[in-house]
């Protein structure tokens, strides 16, 4: 059975930094293209950033894109996602995800999900 653990986030002044962790166990990690998606209070759960099986492809949405960066480390089964210059929008539950065979930006593709982590910019 696939896990996802996300670590990292907390409150950061708006400017800052901060980097997400998310470690898959139960599976192979090299089997998953991976994705980090946002939920914002009263908004849709929304696509941040995703990266193929083998990292060399990242994706972003044009809301991160120069601010935020997603690597990942198979030996260690870990994706990470480096954001700067948070801002107040970025706020949110920040959702780790993973997908065997679907397209990457596409939530309905993702099989399997961590349980969230917040994010807070104070501004």
Not at 2 to 23: I, K, M
Not at 31 to 38: N, Y
Not at 39 to 54: D, L, M, N, T
């Amino acid at each position: 059975q696939v896990q996802l653990a996300e670590s990292g986030g907390g409150l950061v002044q708006a400017g800052g930094s901060q980097r997400l962790s998310c470690v898959l166990s139960g599976r192979t990690f090299s089997d998953f293209a991976m994705a980090w998606f946002r939920q914002a209070p009263g908004k849709e759960r929304e696509f941040v950033s995703g990266i193929s099986w083998s990292g060399m492809d990242p994706y972003y949405a044009d809301f991160v894109k120069g601010r935020f960066r997603i690597t990942r480390d198979n030996a260690k089964s870990t994706v990470i996602l480096d954001m700067s210059s948070l801002q107040a929008d970025d706020t949110a539950v920040y959702y780790c995800a993973a997908t065997e065979y679907g397209s990457i930006q596409r939530i309905s593709a993702y099989e399997h999900w961590g349980q969230g982590i917040q994010v807070t910019v104070s501004s």
